[in-house]
């Protein structure tokens, strides 16, 4: 079954202090994962998308590592900010024609 | 970037009249769009596919007659929750992707609906 794994489930810390969300997928064949931001009460907006080929890419303090192998994806946010408080979404998607597999979500709070 | 628009942003109805919000995608065009419905502190649940020129495709669970999808463009879908109830109040977004499977996925603002 194909199933998207985000952990923790909530996460709080401190203003500058890093941190790293985790995504374990069971979805093949794989085609790309994602990474979205979502603010309370907006849509998600895109961070990273990921292919099978590339096992890093940064958006500014945002870097999304992936292990095809393995299949984990990790998002590690650098010197936080409390604008980065929100829900963190893994998305996977299978080849052609397949669904997206959405993840639950991780809830990061910055505090000051 | 590409965007894609929702309207309305907040509606507010009495039971059992009908909430049509819309979906679409400004710059692209979009022959898969994607609604979503998400609870408070709840994450994004896929409510169906909706393919332009042909009938969406609905999840498990989720009543068809209940949320009509209309693809009647390649930029623009509409979902309707008909004879809604105050169960039915939701956060209810939107996506479009842009190219085929590997395509990025773009994500409208919401729609905030109370049903009184």
């Known amino acids: 079954k194909n199933q998207v794994e985000q952990s923790p489930q909530s996460l709080i810390i401190l203003e500058g202090k890093n941190c790293t969300l985790q995504?374990?997928?069971?979805?093949?064949?794989?085609?790309?994962l994602r990474w979205y931001k979502q603010d309370t009460g907006r849509g998600p907006v895109s961070l990273t998308i990921?292919?099978?080929?590339?096992n890093t890419k940064s958006n500014g303090r945002y870097t999304a590592t992936l292990d095809a192998d393995t299949k984990q994806s990790s998002l590690h946010i650098t010197a936080s900010q409390l604008s980065d408080s929100a829900s963190y979404i893994c998305?996977?998607?299978?080849?052609?024609?397949?669904?997206?597999?959405f993840g639950k979500g991780t809830t990061l709070s910055v505090s000051s | 970037g590409a965007v894609v628009s929702q309207h309305p942003s907040r509606v507010i109805c009495k039971s059992g009249t009908s909430v049509k919000i819309e979906c679409r995608s400004l710059?692209?065009?979009?022959?898969?769009m994607f609604w979503y419905r998400q609870f408070p502190k709840q994450s994004l649940m896929l409510m169906a596919t909706?393919?332009?020129?042909?009938?969406?495709?609905?999840e498990q669970g989720v009543e068809k007659d209940k949320f009509l999808i209309n693809h009647a463009s390649l930029t623009l879908s509409t979902l309707t929750v008909t004879s809604a109830h105050p169960e039915d109040s939701s956060f209810y977004i939107c996506?479009?992707?842009?190219?085929?499977?590997?395509?990025?996925?773009?994500f409208g603002e919401g729609s905030r609906l109370t049903v009184l």
């Open positions: 996506s479009a992707r842009e190219g085929g499977a590997g395509g990025e996925l773009f």
């Open positions: 995504c374990n997928y069971t979805v093949s064949p794989f085609s790309n």
């Open positions: 990921m292919t099978f080929s590339e």
């Open positions: 998305v996977v998607s299978g080849q052609a024609g397949t669904a997206l597999i």
């Open positions: 710059d692209f065009q979009a022959t898969t």
């Open positions: 909706s393919n332009e020129g042909s009938k969406a495709t609905y």
